[in-house]
């Protein structure tokens, strides 16, 4: 079961730590960080995140995708041509 959690530079920390520690406790679970790239990002809290997958690489069979609060995010999202199978 993969849970894709989509990251940007300035998105809200919570946004990103609340879903994951409400999920961490499933069993046979797996979180895929999903963002523009591969690259370290910064929260608005400055809690750094490296995305585990980049949008160009196919994100296969999801069963949650969310999305962190912050302008960023929801811009990059927007352009990006992210398509989930």
């Known amino acids: 079961m993969k849970i894709l959690p989509l990251i940007c530079p300035s998105s809200t920390a919570i946004d990103l730590t609340g879903p994951a520690t409400a999920w961490g406790p499933m069993p046979d679970h797996e979180v895929q960080l999903v963002g523009g790239t591969k690259a370290l990002m910064k929260s608005d809290m400055r809690l750094q995140s490296i995305a585990t997958h980049d949008f160009s690489e ?17 811009c990059r999202l927007r352009r990006s041509k992210t398509r989930f199978h």
């Not at 999801?62 to 962190?68: Q, T």
């Open 58 to 74: 196919g994100c296969v069979e999801p069963i949650a995708v969310f999305v962190p609060g912050g302008p960023s995010c929801k």
